[in-house]
């Protein structure tokens, strides 16, 4: 089984990161994000600037370019930056009827590749029924989203989530 869980999480990563993001890049014209880790670190404690660049350096992880906004999402919902709570947030985004391409066809992956998460999966997508959707997170410009504080967002996003 652990021989399967890292070829698993090798495809997965493959996956995501040699298709995906590359082809969303591709299709997507997102705003430049104009942040580097040292001007993030720089920000107010409590802010998702801060919060993010925290995360970011105690995962030993790095600013990836295009998914800067992604990465936020994972502070303000609290899913971790890893395979299992990358597939939890895409269900719970889902829960919302956040049905883009991206979610949709995440859901489906991870469906297929980590069957024994089902129960969790289904979990995130039943809180995401009582969540709020996204889009106004989306609208938001990376420098008004970075300089918010997290409590604030978590608060305005996550009220009515138990």
């Given at each position: 089984m652990k021989s399967f869980v890292g070829v698993r999480n090798r495809l997965l990563e493959s996956i995501t990161h040699n298709f995906a993001v590359p082809l969303l890049i591709s299709i997507r014209k997102n705003e430049p994000f104009h942040f580097t880790m040292?001007?993030?670190?720089?920000?107010?404690?409590?802010?998702?600037?801060?919060?993010?660049?925290?995360?970011?350096e105690k995962k030993k992880f790095t600013?990836?370019?295009?998914?800067?906004?992604?990465d936020c999402k994972h502070i303000i919902f609290g899913y971790e930056m890893d395979q299992k709570g990358e597939g939890l947030m895409q269900f719970y985004f889902l829960g919302t009827g956040h049905y883009s391409l991206p979610v949709v066809t995440s859901v489906l992956a991870y469906l297929l590749l980590m069957p024994e998460e089902w129960s969790s999966f289904y979990r995130e997508f039943k809180k995401g029924r009582c969540g709020k959707k996204i889009n106004?997170?989306?609208?938001m410009s990376h420098n008004q989203l970075v300089?918010?504080?997290?409590?604030?967002?978590?608060?305005?996003?996550?009220?009515?989530?138990?």
């Open positions: 040292n001007e993030l670190e720089s920000f107010p404690d409590g802010t998702i600037g801060k919060d993010l660049v925290v995360y970011l600013l990836m370019k295009n998914y800067e906004r992604h106004d997170l989306d609208k300089q918010m504080r997290t409590s604030d967002l978590q608060k305005q996003f996550l009220n009515n989530v138990a």
